[in-house]
């Protein structure tokens, strides 16, 4: 059945069949978010520190929200 299904899809489609399915190997994060639920904030560290200086901005922005959300602003005194 394999053999006859790949006869009926034309060569250019199997090639872009074969490309999507490598981009999605090459692009599937290494560590997997069941593995995540363990340590939370070390998860999202490392997957921001992986967007590089991008990624340090949004730690760093995400700190400073944590915090106010935490602990309450100046504002709210």
Do not use: F
């Not at 034309?10 to 995540?36: D, F, G, K």
Request: glycine residues 4%; aromatic residues 2%.
């Amino acid at each position: 059945m394999c053999d006859r299904l790949a006869e009926e899809i034309p060569v250019p489609h199997q090639r872009l069949i074969a490309a999507a399915i490598l981009w999605c190997v090459v692009s599937a994060p290494t560590q997997s978010y069941s593995e995540c639920t363990a340590n939370q904030e070390e998860c999202v560290a490392l997957e921001l520190s992986a967007l590089g200086k991008p990624g340090d901005t949004i730690a760093r922005a995400r700190e400073q929200v944590l915090d106010i959300l935490q602990h309450g602003s100046a504002r709210s005194a």
